[in-house]
């Protein structure tokens, strides 16, 4: 094994444990402070991969909303630090038996296919180039630039959303309404 | 061919390489040697001018403010911040009751390695700097997120209502600035055709882009100093609302952690601003001879640190939702407008010489003109909006007083 392959395996493992770590801690916040530990790994992991750009969005999308995620777990939940909510059902043992079976075919197919054991082939083009291939995909118009207009029209629904929720005007109409 | 007296930072760098490679190291190892020395360089250096940050900025505070400054230890009190240290060293470290003791300790570590993180790509000559990383920009905001998570830690952990508060309110002004920052930082993006920093300062050489984008860089430079924390910004520790804010349960070299951290980064976004606006090491010869090149951004960086200093000299604290309403309804608006204008310019020019300075120019100056007729505008309506607020009161009390 190459130095490389161990880095991953290590920061797979401490992925997968923060990711458990996630659905089992008992505090609120530990659980999200667990998940900001996963998500760290996951952004190492696309170092590791030569996709550096992602790593980076990585950190700036999901790190930074986290921070976000607290502040509503605390202002929602009654004494988050030292809450100690069961974090197990009655029916475990279902889910336990349901997740081993959909693990068992997974790896059953994966063990299948043909590229399990084939070395990755080396990167066809720098680093650079597939970024601006990824750029360039998401506003050509024989790729991707419906979902991508698409996702850009959702964002801003939400954005004029909350602007009339929170529109002085409008909320005096409203409560006038409901008189 | 280079020599010690023109380019001093590659003629190290070879001769430690070729040093390393004659003691029998295998190549990877000596790389990866000598970057970590690099690293470890640059992080001792940048906490060391932290020293010299806090006694040049107290001097300065104080001269603003009719006053000697620290002037007992040391020639002009420059010692001063040592012997603050000695004190910070040698106090307890009080744990509160009831913290959650991982990230309580945890959060002091990510607060000072967020600020350091940042100098990894920050050019600092034309040969000296950490990574040349392509998506540099990107990076910087995505510490600037670690910076925050830091915050939010310290402020969740330390079992105490004021410093959850002091968090609370960080964290809101950070998230939301970061938006205009965000967009403020898309137009030299877009003005260079890359993220990474060395490239963004390599397009400036001509014109340094506060020329093309002034209100680009008013914005960056706005929005970045909110993002510090610091005054007029400085509502997470409003003395008199809630006490120190986040840190308030922090004693010793903790505290010490998080002030460092707040100097450091206050300095950090004065080169940020001096690379991404002013230029960088860009000047006169700074090619040939690269330690002009790193005089060249010592001195822009610390013209912009001087005029932070002199911000927080000059400005009272502003009140929590005039923070708010100047993020959401001013300048994040005007940095989408600047990037939609900076977008339709850049396409106009052809020659990318001085007609491109002109046109830049004349789309900010229009831009001003609309933001000065906008805000003349917005005044009226709220004047009228008062008035006829007034009326109203007066036509009630008035069948009263008869």
Same mark, same amino acid.
């Given at each position: 094994?190459?130095?490389?392959?161990?880095?991953?395996?290590?920061? !797979?493992?401490?992925?997968?444990? @923060?990711?458990?770590?996630?659905?089992?801690?008992?505090?609120?916040?530990?659980?999200?402070?667990?998940?900001?530990?996963?998500?760290?790994?996951?952004?190492?992991?696309?170092?590791?991969?030569?996709?550096?750009?992602? !790593?980076?969005?990585?950190?700036?999308?999901?790190?930074?909303?986290?921070?976000?995620?607290?502040?509503?777990?605390?202002?929602?939940?009654?004494?988050?630090?030292?809450? =100690?909510?069961?974090?197990?059902?009655?029916?475990?043992?279902?889910?336990?038996?349901?997740?081993?079976?959909?693990?068992?075919?997974?790896?059953?197919?994966?063990?299948?296919?043909?590229?399990?054991?084939?070395?990755?082939?080396?990167?066809?083009?720098?680093?650079?180039?597939?970024?601006?291939?990824?750029?360039?995909?998401?506003?050509?118009?024989?790729?991707?630039?419906?979902?991508? %207009?698409?996702?850009?029209?959702?964002?801003?629904?939400?954005?004029?959303?909350?602007?009339?929720?929170?529109?002085?005007?409008?909320?005096?109409?409203?409560?006038?309404?409901?008189? | 061919?280079?020599?010690?007296?023109?380019?001093?930072?590659?003629?190290?760098?070879?001769?430690?390489?070729?040093?390393?490679?004659?003691?029998?190291?295998?190549?990877?190892?000596?790389?990866?040697?000598?970057?970590?020395?690099?690293?470890?360089?640059?992080?001792?250096?940048?906490?060391?001018?932290?020293?010299?940050?806090?006694?040049?900025?107290?001097?300065?505070?104080?001269?603003?403010?009719?006053?000697?400054?620290?002037?007992?230890?040391?020639?002009?009190?420059?010692?001063?911040?040592?012997?603050?240290?000695?004190?910070?060293?040698?106090?307890?470290?009080?744990?509160?009751?009831?913290?959650?003791?991982?990230?309580?300790?945890?959060?002091?570590?990510?607060?000072?390695?967020?600020?350091?993180?940042?100098?990894?790509?920050?050019?600092?000559?034309?040969?000296?700097?950490? !990574?040349?990383?392509?998506?540099?920009?990107?990076?910087?905001?995505?510490?600037?997120?670690?910076?925050?998570?830091?915050?939010?830690?310290?402020?969740?952990?330390?079992?105490?209502?004021?410093?959850?508060?002091?968090?609370?309110?960080?964290?809101?002004?950070?998230?939301?600035?970061?938006?205009?920052?965000?967009?403020?930082?898309?137009?030299?993006?877009?003005?260079?055709?890359?993220?990474?920093?060395?490239?963004?300062?390599?397009?400036?050489?001509?014109?340094?882009?506060?020329?093309?984008?002034?209100?680009?860089?008013?914005?960056?430079?706005?929005?970045?100093?909110?993002?510090?924390?610091?005054?007029?910004?400085?509502?997470?520790?409003? %003395?008199?609302?809630?006490?120190?804010?986040?840190?308030? %349960?922090?004693?010793?070299?903790?505290?010490?952690?998080?002030?460092?951290?707040?100097?450091?980064?206050?300095?950090?976004?004065?080169?940020?601003?001096?690379?991404?606006?002013?230029?960088?090491?860009?000047?006169?010869?700074?090619?040939?001879?690269?330690?002009?090149?790193?005089?060249?951004?010592?001195?822009?960086? @610390?013209?912009?640190?001087?005029?932070?200093?002199?911000?927080?000299?000059?400005?009272?604290?502003?009140?929590?939702?005039?923070?708010? =309403?100047?993020?959401?309804?001013?300048?994040?608006?005007?940095?989408?407008?600047?990037?939609?204008?900076?977008?339709? =310019?850049?396409?106009?020019?052809?020659?990318?010489?001085?007609?491109?300075?002109?046109?830049?120019?004349?789309?900010?100056?229009?831009?001003?003109?609309?933001?000065?007729?906008?805000?003349?505008?917005? =005044?009226?309506?709220?004047?009228?909006?008062?008035?006829?607020?007034?009326?109203?009161?007066?036509?009630?009390?008035?069948?009263?007083?008869?």
């Amino acid at each position: 094994m190459t130095i490389l392959q161990i880095a991953f395996l290590l920061i !797979a493992f401490v992925t997968l444990v @923060s990711a458990l770590m996630v659905v089992t801690s008992p505090s609120m916040v530990h659980a999200a402070l667990w998940l900001i530990l996963s998500l760290a790994g996951i952004a190492v992991l696309f170092v590791l991969l030569n996709a550096s750009f992602l !790593a980076v969005v990585q950190v700036a999308v999901y790190i930074d909303a986290i921070a976000i995620m607290i502040i509503i777990v605390v202002m929602l939940t009654n004494d988050p630090l030292r809450s =100690a909510m069961r974090t197990v059902t009655r029916a475990w043992w279902g889910a336990a038996i349901g997740a081993l079976i959909i693990l068992t075919g997974l790896l059953v197919m994966i063990t299948q296919t043909p590229a399990f054991n084939l070395q990755p082939p080396p990167l066809a083009m720098g680093q650079e180039e597939y970024l601006e291939t990824l750029g360039r995909a998401l506003v050509d118009v024989n790729q991707f630039i419906l979902p991508f %207009e698409v996702a850009s029209v959702l964002l801003l629904a939400a954005l004029i959303g909350s602007i009339i929720v929170a529109w002085p005007f409008l909320a005096e109409r409203r409560e006038e309404g409901d008189r | 061919m280079q020599s010690f007296l023109t380019d001093p930072f590659s003629f190290i760098a070879n001769w430690l390489e070729s040093l390393l490679l004659g003691l029998g190291l295998q190549p990877a190892l000596a790389t990866f040697l000598l970057q970590l020395l690099g690293a470890l360089v640059l992080g001792t250096a940048m906490l060391l001018l932290t020293f010299l940050l806090i006694w040049a900025e107290r001097k300065i505070v104080a001269r603003i403010q009719d006053r000697l400054g620290p002037n007992r230890v040391g020639p002009f009190g420059i010692f001063q911040t040592v012997a603050d240290l000695l004190k910070l060293v040698t106090k307890e470290l009080i744990t509160p009751t009831g913290a959650d003791l991982i990230p309580y300790n945890l959060a002091p570590l990510l607060a000072v390695m967020s600020v350091v993180g940042l100098w990894a790509v920050i050019p600092m000559a034309p040969t000296l700097l950490g !990574a040349d990383i392509n998506v540099g920009v990107l990076y910087i905001i995505s510490i600037g997120a670690i910076g925050t998570l830091g915050i939010m830690l310290a402020g969740m952990s330390s079992n105490n209502k004021y410093a959850l508060l002091g968090a609370f309110r960080t964290v809101a002004m950070m998230v939301s600035y970061t938006v205009p920052l965000v967009l403020a930082l898309l137009v030299p993006v877009l003005l260079t055709g890359s993220m990474g920093m060395q490239a963004i300062v390599e397009a400036q050489s001509p014109w340094a882009y506060i020329f093309l984008a002034p209100i680009a860089a008013l914005i960056f430079f706005i929005s970045s100093v909110a993002e510090v924390g610091r005054a007029p910004f400085d509502l997470l520790e409003a %003395e008199s609302e809630i006490v120190a804010g986040f840190h308030i %349960e922090y004693s010793g070299l903790k505290f010490g952690m998080f002030f460092v951290a707040e100097f450091l980064h206050a300095f950090t976004i004065s080169a940020l601003t001096a690379t991404i606006f002013l230029g960088g090491w860009q000047g006169p010869w700074a090619e040939q001879y690269t330690l002009l090149g790193l005089l060249y951004f010592i001195i822009k960086t @610390s013209l912009v640190y001087f005029v932070v200093i002199w911000l927080r000299g000059s400005f009272p604290r502003i009140r929590i939702d005039q923070m708010n =309403a100047f993020n959401w309804k001013f300048i994040t608006p005007l940095a989408l407008v600047s990037l939609i204008f900076t977008a339709v =310019a850049e396409k106009v020019v052809v020659d990318f010489d001085l007609p491109r300075l002109l046109i830049h120019l004349g789309v900010n100056a229009i831009l001003i003109v609309l933001i000065a007729i906008a805000l003349g505008g917005y =005044a009226r309506y709220q004047r009228a909006q008062a008035e006829e607020r007034q009326q109203r009161v007066r036509q009630k009390s008035a069948p009263k007083a008869a």
